[in-house]
């Protein structure tokens, strides 16, 4: 069959060869979109912010120039930003540690407790004079190895060599 737009004959494919072109073209969009996911799970975001699904068409109609573009796309986005805690003051920025280095234990051991529960130290900040926003340290109170500290107060959440646990101040 012949088709003709624009004084420009195009053949369309009959038969196996027009099975095969589509199965070509489902197989890009397909590789397009799992592409886009897994820059998404990796970085943050989709090569140019662009939705999965919007990759899986653009790698479908343009099969592999667009892999190409999605590829090019993929080097040229920013990673998205660390995650922000809701509840922190502006300009603050935390990343959850699920432990602390010994440089921060010892820092921390340095501190010392205040005179009541309500007075205890905050955990030691990362040098620029700012107290972190949340993770795990040293327990304030040398009862166990860690303690949360939630950004604002510590908690009763505890932990001994793994085992989490609850012990109120």
């Known amino acids: 069959m012949i088709v003709s737009l624009n004084m420009v004959a195009y053949v369309l494919p ?26 998404r799970l990796l ?20 099969q592999p120039i667009g892999i190409i573009v999605e590829l090019v796309a993929e080097f040229t986005t920013r ?7 809701p509840r922190a003051p502006q300009g ?24 009541s529960p ?12 700012q107290t972190p926003l949340f993770g795990w340290y040293a327990d304030v109170t040398k009862r166990h190895e860690l303690r949360y500290w939630d950004g604002r107060q510590w908690s009763d959440h505890v932990a001994d060599a793994g085992t989490m646990a609850i012990d109120p101040l």
């Open 14 to 39: 009959k038969g196996n060869a027009l099975f095969v072109d589509i199965a070509f073209a489902v197989v890009f969009g397909l590789l397009g979109y799992h592409l886009s996911r897994r820059h």
């Open 43 to 62: 970085r943050g975001v989709t090569p140019w912010r662009l939705p999965s699904f919007a990759w899986a068409l653009i790698c479908l109609v343009l």
């Open 79 to 85: 990673p998205a930003e660390p995650a922000r805690d």
């Open 92 to 115: 603050y920025h935390a990343v959850a540690t699920s432990s602390p280095t010994a440089t921060a234990l010892e820092a921390h051991a340095a501190h010392g407790l205040g005179t």
């Open 118 to 129: 309500g007075h205890l130290a905050p955990p030691p900040g990362d040098g620029s004079g």
